[in-house]
């Protein structure tokens, strides 16, 4: 019988200290890494991309990851075969030319058609990525001028 109480005031113990032990500030871990800087100039800012599928002689589709840094942002662009993109993080924006800028949320997709001339990236303050997919069946994407600083912020 004393045994059976001092188990229990013991395990009452554990359980106690074990509630009251600090919390450590753990990341999610992420479905997909960053992947690689994007080192060219077709983005403003810093951004990544992390190749999910490439095309090959199988398949001519390709996703990507692309996460980009508070602010950062495409240039004007075009895919002749159209893209799909699908929002995974963050806050970011879409604008299609002669449109108004939508704001996208995570869990938001956007159907970019073909050879529409439109760009897409985060909000001033937010970190943004999507899943981007499309096919270059038809061609590569077609690149432009950089979205300046009046349409961004329009």
């Keep these: 019988m004393k045994n059976t109480g001092f188990l229990t005031i013991a395990m009452l113990l554990i359980f106690l200290f074990a509630c009251n032990m600090p919390k450590e500030n753990k990341k999610e871990a992420e479905l997909f890494e960053k992947g690689t800087k994007i080192e060219n100039s077709n983005f403003t800012g810093t951004a ?61 997709t956007i159907k970019c058609l073909p050879n529409i001339k439109h760009w897409h990236g985060a909000a001033p303050n937010s970190e943004f990525a999507h899943i981007a997919i499309s096919d270059r069946q038809k061609g590569a994407a077609e690149w432009f001028q950089p979205v300046t600083h009046d349409e961004y912020h329009k």
């Excluded at 699908?86 to 949320?105: F, H, M, S």
């Design 48 to 108: 990544w991309l992390n190749m999910l599928a490439a095309p090959d002689s199988l398949n001519t589709m390709y996703t990507g990851l692309v996460t980009f840094e508070p602010a950062a942002r495409t240039n004007w662009h075009s895919h002749p075969a159209g893209q799909i993109l699908i929002v995974t993080q963050g806050e970011g924006y879409y604008q299609e030319e002669g449109k108004p800028k939508r704001i996208l949320r995570i869990g938001e």
